[in-house]
């Protein structure tokens, strides 16, 4: 492959959409071009967008799929709003994504799949490459299919296979476009399908003939050129969301030395941490599949009574069927992970889109006085770190945590730098001694009102738990009124004392200000980026963003009073507002909600809190 003789246009930063039907393979296309700007030193964040249709009707736009990914040579925090290139393989995927095209951005087309059939069925009532729908668009029409066809007919190979590998042809044309080498997943490929040779020649000469296409149009095909981002040297990897929780549980299991048992129910999109989880019984995970939510979260606490570190992972459906198992675990105040990766609701909702909807669900969905301690990841890799501190407070405070992540987190992937075990702060289980001669179930540590985890089966050890109110320290069974409030109190002061073991709030920017912006969970990328950019126009603005609900970190008062206005931004209609409003109830707090199963885009928020700033 000769040098290119097009003059690049050099980038900061851009985003890429690669849209199809759902059988185009458009994910694994974004995954490769991700994988490939990772290798080259870019940041980057990717989103997956595909529908919940499971067979939708091909060349319709209920059935498009989509990857996109925001790479650059400075620091990624989002997935993008806009987009600066669209690679859209039919009429129907065109259709349903030009509105999040950049004017003036690049369009890249598979001018061969738009047949009067296929324009028709996707909505259009003429050609719009040819009626003019794409004026203001850098429009490159390719014949996608065709010139693939071409290509792999001397390979002998059924029609079939040959259709399927042009989303390689795909990729292939766009490491041209922004030139990376594409060695690389050539050799990833062979190793990939070493085993179906006639499988990896054409998915490689696909890849072959779409850099060697865009090489022959001689200066017509648009170049662009990034360098690497600064980054710290490490390991790294492109990591989804869910596979950074699997992989924290399993540091924390290690660390604590408790053994890992995960009992779970497959549900989108939760199900992948499942997935990974068991592919790492070397490392001794042991991974229930259940029959139902109630039975996976029944079968974990179990495991955490046996003395497993007990995991259940579920998305909002999922977590209203296991609300009153998870009272069992409240009142047996045994550790347990609950994994929340949050949809869009109520009911079945929309399955394959993220929302920030259960945090009320998170605070306060169970029958009785029934506190929890409830976190939230807010990036696709802080998944991790917040996966293994759920675990951490979870068994050291002897009380279940929920995790509280969110399909955009979990599908969306960014550059994570592998940590070393051993250097992740140590958790130490409370442990009952086999030898103390006073063990009573319910004697509690002072100074965080901890009980001891007896192991069943240890000599000395026998007690009795269950999901009957118990005496205080001797753990009797008991209906004595007295004894039921002062254990309603002590569980809420046990899970309020959290507050003293984690980290304090921290702000982006000047500790105060005429505006803060206030936010949880995975809406930190496009709220930070936004401020960041306010704060370069020299603007009053700092934002506080929470990963620790309840408690609430113990300087948050303080924070608040600094500042003349607090804005709460939420994916939801004003969960975390209205839980600030009752625990913080001596602050006037603006909002901005939005529940589109999309996420925040940075123009939106800079028009909402440009407005509040000019406001007196």
């Not at 009626?131 to 693939?148: F, Q, R």
């Not at 499988?199 to 022959?216: L, M, T, W």
């Amino acid at each position: 492959m000769t040098a290119t003789k097009s003059k690049p246009v050099e980038l900061e930063d851009v985003v890429v959409k690669f849209v199809g039907d759902s059988g185009d393979g458009m994910q694994l296309t974004g995954t490769l071009f991700s994988d490939a700007a990772a290798l080259a030193g870019n940041d980057l964040a990717t989103f997956p967008d595909f529908p919940a249709e499971i067979r939708a009707p091909h060349n319709t736009v209920a059935g498009v799929s989509g990857f996109q990914v925001h790479l650059g040579q400075r620091k990624i925090y989002t997935s993008g709003d806009m987009c600066d290139v669209l690679v859209a393989m039919n009429p129907a995927s065109l259709k349903a994504n030009l509105k999040w095209v950049n004017q003036g951005g690049t369009i890249v087309v598979d001018s061969s799949a738009f047949e009067q059939k296929a324009v028709e069925k996707a909505g259009y009532l003429s050609n719009p490459l040819e009626d003019g729908t794409l004026s203001g668009y850098n429009v490159i029409k390719v014949p996608i299919a065709e010139l693939t066809r071409e290509k792999l007919a001397k390979l002998e190979i059924d029609k079939r296979l040959a259709e399927r590998t042009k989303n390689m042809f795909v990729l292939g044309l766009m490491f041209y476009i922004f030139q990376r080498d594409p060695q690389k997943t050539l050799d990833f490929i062979e190793e990939k399908f070493k085993a179906k040779t006639m499988v990896a020649e054409a998915n490689q000469e696909a890849i072959k003939a779409g850099y060697d296409y865009g090489e022959s149009l001689n200066g017509q095909m648009p170049v662009f050129k990034m360098g690497p981002a600064p980054m710290e040297k490490g390991l790294y990897r492109n990591i989804t969301g869910n596979i950074a929780t699997a992989w924290g549980l399993l540091a924390a299991a290690e660390r604590s030395g408790r053994p890992l048992f995960l009992g779970s129910y497959p549900i989108t999109p939760a199900t992948e941490i499942l997935m990974e989880l068991t592919r790492h019984k070397s490392l001794g995970a042991k991974v229930f599949q259940a029959e139902d939510e109630i039975a996976g979260i029944c079968s974990a606490i179990g495991a955490s009574f046996a003395g497993s570190m007990a995991v259940t992972t579920t998305s909002g459906p999922g977590l209203s069927l296991k609300s009153e198992a998870m009272g069992l675990a409240v009142i047996t105040e045994l550790p347990l992970v609950i994994v929340n990766v949050q949809r869009a609701g109520p009911s079945t909702g929309m399955p394959t889109k993220s929302e920030q909807s259960d945090l009320m669900q998170a605070l306060y969905g169970r029958n009785g006085e029934c506190p929890m301690i409830v976190m939230a990841a807010s990036s696709a890799a802080n998944c991790f770190y917040f996966a293994y501190e759920a675990a951490k407070l979870s068994m050291e405070h002897m009380t279940p945590v929920i995790l509280l992540t969110d399909g955009y987190l979990g599908f969306g992937s960014e550059l994570f730098k592998i940590p070393d075990v051993n250097e992740l702060p140590p958790i130490k289980p409370p442990l009952a001694d086999p030898n103390d001669k006073n063990f009573k179930p319910y004697r509690r540590d002072e100074k965080t009102l901890v009980r001891k985890w007896a192991i069943p089966g240890t000599e000395g050890l026998r007690h009795r738990i269950g999901g009957l109110e118990k005496t205080n320290i001797d753990g009797n069974v008991s209906t004595d009124p007295l004894n039921h409030q002062l254990m309603v109190n002590i569980r809420e002061e046990k899970v309020n004392r959290v507050a003293d073991y984690i980290p304090l709030q921290e702000i982006h920017g000047e500790p105060e200000g005429d505006l803060l912006v206030v936010g949880w969970g995975g809406t930190e990328g496009a709220l930070l980026s936004t401020v960041k950019r306010m704060q370069d126009e020299e603007k009053k603005i700092s934002l506080a963003h929470f990963n620790y609900i309840k408690p609430l970190p113990k300087n948050t008062r303080e924070i608040f009073s600094r500042f003349k206005k607090i804005i709460v931004c939420e994916l939801n209609m004003g969960q975390f507002v209205n839980y600030l409003r009752i625990s913080l109830p001596e602050y006037r707090y603006y909002q901005y909600n939005k529940v589109q199963g999309l996420p925040f885009h940075i123009q939106e928020l800079m028009d909402i809190f440009n407005k509040h700033l000019e406001e007196k």
